[in-house]
């Protein structure tokens, strides 16, 4: 459907800010959505997590396999460009296409197939972890904040009416180098926006040092912590084109410099460094998602693999769920490009068989 097609659809029907009214999957849903959060375990689906890209929709056909394969959970990241202009005089704006057109159609199709899924602003007005940087500054400029918190109540009210176990919020992707001040003071900020319009909105927030650094969070009731599966980089991103730095081919375990000190990168180092920090914001109290994780192609696929399984392994056993970033390309089980995997031939695609089992084996 293109946006004329959509504006004279939605004339006719009267859609807007009424309730999706989404269907409930036949088998019986968890208590409640923080209940379920260790089980929900599945991919990030990168449809329009970038402007840069041409506009296109979520696939029926990546929530049937999903579903399939026995995945419960999508994490939409999204660029509030495709629904509003990158200039901040208009960032109050926004135009429903996307919305009504893709995201309103994907929380459907999760919801028909019992996966819950979870929106994400991945560039928000006025931030996003990529370049390029946005023209206002989030953490500093409070009209960036105000805008930001319109966006998040305008999706707060058109998704008022999906069950909790359907949709959750998960607020900005990996704020960086900010100070624990602007990390709470914005996320206070967006949390209220969701919640006077809709208080029962499970929401995400992801830790504060790109996902990585999980200081204690206090933001109301039924808000869970988001954390990253990428260390080391000399191994999740070797090669990756979008970095300058160059390593050796990374084994697993790895070994490297760490403060002028050759150390060992194994399950145990993992453990002490992304898993226990978490745990004990979670006997704090604190629910806890592994929102992204993953292997950029040009590691060697059985080192990927032995790694991914340690780090599987370590939140199985804490209670984490997770998802993958990447059903496809260079991250993903579809299409990756490696160039040392027998890739099978699935609907039209290449599968790495190996990864998808070796996942299906930790659900």
Known sequence: MDRRQFLSTAAVAGMGL???????????APATFFD???????????DIYNAGLPYKRYEESDFDMLAEWGFT??????????WSSPDPARWMTID??????????????????GIHVNINFHRAPGYCVNSPAEPLDLWTDSYALEACAYHWAYFA???RDVPPTQLSFNLLNE?????????????RRLVAAVRDVDPDRPIIVDARGWGNDPVPIDFGPDVAISARGYTPRELSSFDAPWLDERWPTPTWPLQKYENDQLVTVDKDYLKRKDIDPFVRVQQAGTAVHVGEFGVYRAAPHDVSLRWTEDYLSLWRDAGFGWAMWGLYGDFGILDSQRTDVAY???????????????LRSHL
């Open 96 to 113: 429903p296409f996307a919305i009504e057109d893709n995201l309103v159609r994907a929380v459907q199709l999760g919801a028909d197939r």
């Open 18 to 28: 009424a309730s999706l009214g989404c269907a409930s999957p036949d088998t019986a």
């Open 73 to 82: 959970f999508v994490r939409l990241p999204t660029s509030y460009q495709f």
């Open 344 to 358: 099978e031939d699935f609907r039209g695609h290449k599968l790495d068989r190996r990864l998808l089992e070796l």
């Open 175 to 187: 704020p960086g180098d900010v100070s624990a001040e602007a990390y709470d003071r914005v996320h």
């Open 36 to 46: 379920s959060l260790p089980g929900y375990k599945g991919f990030n689906l990168l």
């Open 157 to 159: 009210n058109r998704f």
